[in-house]
């Protein structure tokens, strides 16, 4: 068919699905070609494009000053009158038609819309690529026509095999389907499919196959028996299928005889709207099958345009005997001459007046469009990209030396570099433009088929998925009108493995796909927060996992607080040493005038006891939560304070024995290096010298809390760090010299012949703080966390307590409850010995 035009456009359809070769003699014509099988679907295509011209001629604002003409021809479903026909078209070659009343002739051929079949078009544009002649198929396909070095010149407005199977995917990872069978044909198509579906499916982490199998050609009983064993067997209940109608045919048969129910199909384009599988007796399995679908679309006027198609009696040159096919297809008549016997035989005349309202026919169904909906959008990306080219402003051209295209000198690649670049939304909303490999921005409708309750079935739209170029692949479903052939009414589940929930992690089963896999719940100190995790992240440092694994909680931190019993107690057990010793430096100062004060060196019993308050207070520094100063300050306190206490009871003790010395006939010169003073001194010295010892620790090594995590993994021990090893050693080692000193001193003076021997109160006192403190090495350093602060606590009041007690429970005794005793006499008097 042929229309002039000052621009040509090419067409290849399949208007007759069969061809018929003659056999060839060394007389017979090579041309002589028999196309048979009227095809009125394949007629409508090609009047679409047809119309599609015609519009464009009517749009003053779309290529104004030009008139598009179409050549179009019937490839006969045959490869051979397929590509003979392009190259017709490319060479200039095809046919020539009428274009004015006095010209006859064949103006440019700037761009062909076609082939429908991707083996046409890879065996077309292989060839026509060399003209740089720009090729719009609106059917075919095939991944492989993305190749751009193989194929320049190829453009389609059809989404590609490749995003069909990623639709595919996108789909089962919007219902949750992580485990599903996979059936393709026995061909190029389904292999393609079978290979590009695995590797998808595994870039995408979401899904796997239970199985894949292969639907063989022609009848196979036994295989296609196998195959549905299969599938029964499987615990996949999603079920995709790559193939063609005939496929299909042929497995539900078997799908019926085993009553194999509750799959979920999922349909390729190739069978998503086969009428011949949508029947009430295939309805209970088929039922809900959601498939891909080509992009239906609106083109308003279609149906008036195909009404006013009408055979011209006069013209045969611009091809009305296709028209004439077409009118004797629908009407089963014949134009005149009519076949020989026809008229005989029954047969009506065609007058070419007959009314196509009054009789049923595919060719006036425009409620489904959608190879016509291509073929619409691949005739306007031509008609576009010639309007940008004639609208370009000489000097600012994209070609040499900035020049612009003209209508009159006109090349074809000087069309496709246009036709790369085109961009513009149809009026039924759709954005239309190419990527680097030719490919139209793809979309696809999802389709739902509804079993209807008389039995009928119904094709709905649910949804589509789209690419576009700012937001990506996008699918849209609208799940509320989707019908689940389930008793639940609901989507199903297909899963190899439940999910996994927060708090625990996938494991795989050995041998077996990565969908299929154990929950393994997170270890201590780790946690999930997500479903389906592969692994469980370590909680930071002052956390632990809660114990359902799924969060992290602060770790419960530990010290010797004020708050628990054992902080209370001791607490408790300080203030009241601390008072005791108030109480009785309050007794002491009060009877200082009475001898049993007098005769102890009261000067030195002040001192000791404020030494001991001393003590007992230095004991609250341990409790509490460990800060920088209470770590510096608690051992320093600790030394100090009892250095000054045990440093008195040393200078006591040397007192009480040069007392006695002195005593002794030749020894009143010793009392003379005991004095106040040197007493005084003594104490000073022995205290600076423990004083020194903090002080030089605390400058190179100072103790500092630490948060100690090796005890318990979900507790934070707060503890002070001693800092240096060797000075708290020194620090301890020197009050255990002198504490030993001072008991060898006492236990020397205990049987001295006074009637009160403060010296056998001094050795008791000292029994008590070495033992206590010798007990205490061991277990402070194997009391863990808070218990070595409770340990050393409790050595610092136990050993105040015992010195307290020891050195000043028989005085106040004395004092407060035997006051006879409390005078000089009863203190200076011998004992009565036998003579």
Known sequence: MHKPGDVILGGLFEVHYTSVFPELTFTSEPNQLNCQGFDPPGFRHAMTMAFAIDEINKNSNLLPNVTLGYSLYDNCATLVIGLSAALSLASGREEQFLLQENCLGTPPVLGIVGDSFSTFSIATSDVIGLFKLPIVSYFATCSCLSDRQRFPSFFRTIPSDAFQVRAMIQILKRFGWTWAGLLVSDDDYGRYVARSFQSDLALSGRGCLA???ILPWGENPVELKRIVEVMKKSTARVVIVFAHQIHMIQLMKEVVRQNVRGLQWMASEAWTAAAVLQTPHLMPYLGGTLGIAIRRGEIPGLREYLLGVLPDLDDEINGNSMVKQFWEYTFQCRF???PLGWVEAGGELCTGQE????????????????????????????AYALDDMLRCVPGRGPFSGHSCATLQTLEPWQLMYYLEKVNFTTPFGDQVSFDENGDALPIYDIMNWLWLPDGK??????????KSATKGEELTLDENKIFWNFESKQSPQSVCSESCPPGTRMARKKGQPVCCFDCVPCSDGKFSNETDSME???CPEDFWSSPQRDHCVPKITEFLSYHEPLGICFTTTSLLGTFICAVVLVIFIYHRSTPMVRANNSELSFLLLVSLKLCFLCSLLFIGRPRLWT???????????????VSCILVKTMVVLAVFKASQPGGGASLKWFGTVQQRGTVLVLTSIQAAICTAWLVSSSPVPHKNTQ?????IVYECEVGSTVGFAVLLGYIGLLAILSFLLA?????LPDNFNEAKLITFSMLIFCAVWVAFVPAYVNSPGKYADAVEVFAILASSFGLLVALFGPKCYIILLKPEMNTKKAIMGRVTTKT
């Open 336 to 338: 005149s001459p009519p």
């Open 631 to 645: 770590c510096q300050l608690r051992h320093a306190a600790f030394g100090i304070s009892f250095v000054l206490c």
């Open 711 to 715: 005890y318990h993994n979900d507790k």
């Open 457 to 466: 079935t119904k094709v709905q739209s649910v949804g589509i998925v789209k």
């Open 211 to 213: 199985y894949l199998e």
């Open 536 to 538: 469980c992240t370590s």
């Open 355 to 382: 009314d196509l309202e009054n009789v049923e026919t595919e060719f006036l169904d425009v409620s489904n469009l959608r190879p016509e909906y291509n073929i619409y959008k691949a005739v306007y990306t031509l």
């Open 747 to 751: 236990f020397l003076a205990r049987n």
